[in-house]
């Protein structure tokens, strides 16, 4: 995945590849044409979950924009199938529901960030550039609720095939700033912000995510989250 600015651009001038689902054709049209007229490559529209399931595959899209309240397949469902084919794709829901269990629900299955169809065009426009380079995205006063989110599953048992535990033997060993880009990971921060904050470049902070996942044998965002926060580095 590849770095973007704000009309759209990958690093190397290639455009990012997006799909926008959605059930209500107005909406998915003008969402598709803002984006398009952004610089974003648009590979692909649907209107229902199955739709959305048989096209992305076919279209390989960078970001998928998707809304929730899906007829035929919900949202829900649509990223858990989406994201488990391909863990590299980014999902940003766009959804008019701003319950915490739609949140919630919707991180579970894999989403990358959330924002409410409320949102100014700009501001999405923004927000699929941002899911595009690996930062989650919120609404305003979602990114708390997540957060709080990881650090209760932190609590929960973690499944039996989940990554070794750092004292077992053969447990992966991550490098000293690998571990330090885990522990700003695990405080909420963004990929942005870690950049910042250990000056580094953005590309820098996502290599060291994705060689730290690879060691872990982790496949998102939602399960580095969980193992850094039941390992306390979320305080340190």
Same mark, same amino acid.
């Given at each position: 995945?590849?770095?973007?600015?704000?009309? &759209?651009?990958?690093?190397?001038?290639?455009?990012?590849?997006?799909?926008?689902?959605?059930?209500?054709?107005?909406?998915?049209?003008? %969402?598709?044409?803002?984006?398009?007229?952004? &610089?974003?490559?648009? %590979?692909? +529209?649907?209107?229902?979950? *199955?739709? =959305?399931?048989?096209? =992305?595959?076919?279209?390989?899209?960078? %970001?998928?924009?998707?809304? /929730?309240?899906?007829?035929?397949?919900? @949202?829900?469902?649509?990223?858990?199938?989406?994201?488990?084919?391909?863990?590299?794709?980014?999902? /940003?829901?766009?959804?008019?529901?701003?319950?915490?269990?739609?949140?919630? *629900?919707?991180?579970?299955? &894999?989403? +990358?960030?959330?924002?409410?169809?409320?949102?100014?065009?700009? *501001? !999405? !426009?923004?927000?699929?550039?941002?899911?595009?380079? &690996?930062?989650?995205?919120?609404?305003?006063?979602?990114? @708390?609720?997540?957060?709080?989110? $990881?650090?209760?599953?932190?609590?929960?048992?973690?499944?039996?095939?989940?990554?070794?535990?750092? @004292?077992?033997?053969? =447990?992966?060993? !991550?490098?000293?700033?690998?571990?330090?880009?885990?522990?700003?990971? =695990?405080? @909420?921060?963004? $990929?942005?912000?870690?950049?910042?904050?250990?000056?580094?470049?953005?590309?820098?902070?996502?290599?060291? %995510?994705?060689?730290?996942?690879?060691?872990?044998? /982790?496949?998102?965002?939602? *399960?580095?989250?969980?193992?850094?926060?039941?390992?306390?580095?979320?305080?340190?």
């Amino acid at each position: 995945m590849t770095a973007t600015d704000a009309s &759209g651009q990958g690093e190397g001038d290639a455009p990012v590849r997006v799909m926008v689902v959605d059930d209500h054709p107005m909406w998915r049209d003008a %969402v598709a044409r803002d984006l398009a007229e952004s &610089g974003f490559e648009v %590979v692909a +529209t649907a209107g229902d979950g *199955e739709q =959305a399931v048989r096209r =992305a595959k076919a279209a390989a899209p960078d %970001v998928l924009v998707l809304d /929730l309240n899906l007829p035929v397949k919900p @949202g829900v469902q649509v990223c858990k199938e989406l994201v488990a084919d391909n863990p590299a794709l980014r999902v /940003l829901v766009l959804s008019a529901s701003g319950e915490h269990a739609d949140v919630l *629900e919707a991180v579970k299955s &894999g989403a +990358t960030g959330y924002l409410l169809k409320s949102a100014s065009t700009r *501001e !999405l !426009l923004d927000a699929v550039r941002r899911t595009a380079a &690996g930062d989650p995205v919120f609404t305003p006063g979602l990114a @708390g609720l997540v957060l709080g989110e $990881y650090r209760r599953l932190a609590a929960e048992p973690a499944p039996a095939d989940g990554a070794a535990a750092d @004292g077992e033997p053969g =447990a992966p060993r !991550l490098t000293d700033r690998e571990t330090e880009v885990l522990r700003l990971v =695990a405080k @909420g921060l963004s $990929y942005k912000q870690i950049a910042e904050r250990l000056v580094i470049s953005h590309r820098t902070v996502q290599n060291h %995510v994705q060689n730290t996942l690879g060691k872990l044998q /982790l496949h998102n965002r939602v *399960e580095l989250v969980r193992y850094a926060i039941e390992r306390g580095l979320d305080g340190e």
